[in-house]
């Protein structure tokens, strides 16, 4: 079994920042690509960023210049620095991680979402 817990979300008037992790624990043999999607309500899931083991980087259009993913593949942790955020920022930001577990079963794994707010 394997379990991603965010931790970082809040309230951050415009322009202001916060910093996401995710961390990845349990029966893992490795972790592929991770990243974060967000849903604003009454919107659909969207991807915002993702980080492969390699360190190969994509980024939403809306967030480039913005947000900034990292991982530490030792820790098995993944990252969004966000800056210059906006209020349609807001959303519930979950994290996402293709896992291979000690079984050598590859899945893709979320955690349950943290929420951020931008808001004055």
């Known amino acids: 079994q394997v379990q991603l817990v965010e931790s970082g979300g809040g309230l951050v008037q415009p322009g202001g920042s916060l910093r996401l992790s995710c961390a990845a624990s349990?029966?893992?043999?490795?972790?592929?690509?991770m990243g974060w999607n967000r849903q604003a309500p009454g919107k659909q899931r969207e991807l915002v960023a993702t980080?492969?083991?390699?360190?190969?980087?994509n980024y939403a259009d809306s967030v480039k210049g913005r947000f900034t993913i990292s991982r530490d593949n030792a820790k098995n942790t993944v990252y969004l620095q966000m800056n210059s955020l906006k209020p349609e920022d807001t959303a519930v930001y979950y994290c996402?991680?293709?896992?291979?577990?000690?079984?050598?079963?590859?899945?893709?794994?979320w955690g349950q979402g943290t929420q951020v707010t931008v808001s004055s």
């Open positions: 980080i492969t083991s390699g360190g190969n980087i």
């Open positions: 996402n991680a293709l896992v291979t577990n000690t079984a050598r079963a590859t899945f893709s794994s």
């Open positions: 349990g029966s893992i043999f490795s972790i592929n690509t």
